[in-house]
């Protein structure tokens, strides 16, 4: 290449640097095409003990459902901002807790390292007075709550060497439980049977006509102990890694109306120790790949349970406790709020979030409680992405990732756009398919926008900028009010490189959105 061909390469890469990429979004709202629970957000409390360990760090601390301070006021707080968030109460060793209540758990056993224990553990033990606890913090926080159940109760391994339990479900625990917390008054949304048992497993499994039949012996009790059907909870399952041909035999086992939300685990990033994460986390190219399983866990759905809906019963990105170095990060967010557009436009009614706090990727800081990036960006989609799903796309970058719903507490719609290119800017106008809104959703109501940012420009930080400001838990332990910018609608929404943006534009007039 000679030097004149060279000074073009430096001019267009200079003018690459400084001037912004202008990007016509298309919304077309005259219909959706998909719709989300209202309360799609949802993050996981679970059973971890301090010991829980991975890659020679132990990062749960007390976080574990059993020694989780529930008095502290940061957590408490940060559940009441959602008004209400969805909790699920679950995980790994969820098929291991017995249930001190009834005479089947005479005893009330503590989890301890044992190798020769699903995941390295022994049973442990929920007694009914830490219930209690758990319940008054979910009425005074407001929590919309998942209770998932031990499924592995009566069953015995098929073989010495082999991973599949064979055998009924023994129920009586869990009716018990059930039982107590109907009594008790306790508000319950759903029970989810089993985790990570369907398919192949994790350290177990259960053959799919067995699972679908403990299903139904779920929905009889929860039917008998909740008669009204106006408050009684939903039933879930089977809370584990998509398979085709299980997930559809579960399906049709279970039969009619007995699953009300089909609940499957993403951890699409790999291993919390790889070294590549934070690649993968900005790679558009690498984070649709797992597409294809939101599109077949929708059609599995729709053809063998259609009087159900697709759940992310939990996902974490990357699994064993996430990455130490970026699952608490900004940048981890690229990945996070990307996936629950992306399931939200596969039509999953659910995203579980793992976890609430806890391990290297929870919403909260397992020691301080202070909310991590993610969390805010949690909390804004919350409030502002409505569950009338829109479809969006511009003709732009790859690393421009867009998503739009109705907005959710005003007229108008509401969009999300990512821009994971760490140098372009983007400036993206907003319009109409028809075209037909355009001048006149322009010329009046002001756009809010909400600019997220990391502090110092560092995508590894774990401090959050909102509109260039760092967001801090304020002197009483509230979460801080999240304030929009205003901004001419008639104005292209300013993209900046390695930002993410939700904007609200209240004078979209989307059909769909009446």
């Keep these: 290449m000679g030097f004149r061909g060279l000074i073009c390469l430096l001019l267009l890469s200079l003018l690459h640097l400084c001037c912004a990429v202008e990007v016509r979004l298309t919304v077309r709202g005259a219909a959706a095409i998909a719709r989300t629970d209202e309360n799609f957000i949802c993050a996981t409390l679970d059973w971890w003990p301090e010991t829980k360990c991975n890659y020679n760090q132990c990062p749960w601390g007390k976080a574990g459902i059993l020694t989780l301070d529930l008095g502290n006021r940061i957590l408490a707080n940060a559940v009441k901002a959602f008004s209400p968030l969805r909790i699920r109460i679950g995980g790994s060793l969820q098929d291991q807790v017995l249930y001190k209540v009834g005479p089947f758990a005479l005893k009330c056993p503590h989890f301890r390292r044992n190798d020769n224990g699903l995941f390295g553990f022994s049973y442990g033990c929920l007694d009914m007075d830490r219930w209690e606890v758990l319940n008054s913090f979910f009425t005074k926080t407001g929590a919309r709550v998942t209770f998932s159940l031990n499924a592995l109760l009566g069953r015995r391994k098929f073989a010495a060497n082999d991973s599949l339990m064979v055998g009924d479900w023994n129920a009586r625990n869990a009716y018990d439980f059930i039982k107590y917390t109907a009594t008790r008054g306790h508000k319950i949304d759903s029970y989810e049977l089993g985790n990570e048992l369907c398919g192949s497993g994790v350290a177990a499994r259960i053959g799919p006509e067995q699972y679908g039949r403990d299903i139904v ?298």
């Excluded at 996902?315 to 992306?342: E, I, P």
């Excluded at 909390?379 to 992405?385: F, I, K």
């Excluded at 719903?405 to 719609?413: A, E, L, Q, V």
């Excluded at 801090?472 to 009010?481: G, L, S």
Aim: one cysteine or more; hydrophobic letters at 40%; proline letters at 6%.
């Design 217 to 514: 012996v779920l929905k009889r009790i929860v039917q008998e102990l909740y008669p009204d059907p106006f408050t009684r909870p939903k039933v879930l399952g089977p809370g584990g890694f998509y398979d085709k041909q299980w997930f559809e035999t579960f399906l049709k086992t279970s039969g009619p109306n007995v699953v009300n939300g089909v609940t499957h685990h993403i951890y699409n990033l790999g291993a919390g120790v790889d070294p590549t994460l934070i690649d993968k986390v900005q790679n558009p190219f690498y984070l649709d790949q797992v597409a294809q399983t939101y599109r077949d866990v929708e059609m599995s759905v729709r053809l063998f349970g259609p009087w159900s809906g697709a759940w992310v019963g939990e996902a974490g990105g990357a699994y064993n406790s996430g990455g130490k170095y970026v699952s608490h990060t900004f940048v981890n967010g690229f990945w996070y709020l990307d996936q629950l557009g992306m399931t939200a436009r596969f039509n999953h009614k659910v995203f579980c979030r793992q976890s609430l706090i806890g391990g290297n990727y929870g919403l909260l800081n397992t020691t301080s409680f202070i909310p991590n990036p993610d969390y805010y960006g949690a909390l804004l989609w919350h409030r502002l992405m409505g569950s009338t799903v829109l479809s969006a796309s511009h003709a732009s970058s790859p690393y421009l990732r867009v998503y739009s719903h109705c907005s959710k507490r005003t007229t108008g719609i509401s969009v999300l756009i990512i821009n994971m290119s760490n140098s372009t800017s983007f400036e993206v106008t907003v319009t109409d398919d028809t075209r037909l809104y355009q001048q006149e959703y322009r010329d009046i109501i002001p756009r809010e926008e909400y600019h997220l940012t990391p502090k110092d420009g560092d995508i590894l930080s774990d401090v959050l900028l909102l509109n260039g400001t760092p967001l801090r838990i304020t002197a009483t332990f509230d979460i801080p009010a999240l304030k929009p910018r205003l901004v001419a609608a008639a104005l292209p929404v300013k993209v900046a490189p390695d930002s993410i943006v939700f904007a609200t534009l209240k004078g979209f007039k989307a059909p769909a959105c009446v």
